[in-house]
């Protein structure tokens, strides 16, 4: 049905970086998009950053 066969990581690679709205290529690529769009290009750890509840307590 297809004249090539796209390997599975690939394919996966695809999807997670078109769902995330990121760049997919090396290091200095996403720095160039980066650059180019003014948006960062990499994930950033999930979740609230450490210590903002002791921001909350000073209230």
Request: aromatic share 6%; glycine share 8%; with cysteine.
């Amino acid at each position: 049905m297809f004249q090539y066969q796209v390997d599975d990581k690939l394919l996966e690679d695809i999807r997670l970086t078109a769902n995330k709205g990121l760049a997919l290529g090396n290091d200095k690529f996403k720095e160039q998009i980066a650059l180019l769009t003014g948006q960062r290009q990499t994930e950033l750890k999930r979740g609230r950053k450490e210590g903002w509840r002791n921001h909350c307590d000073d209230e």
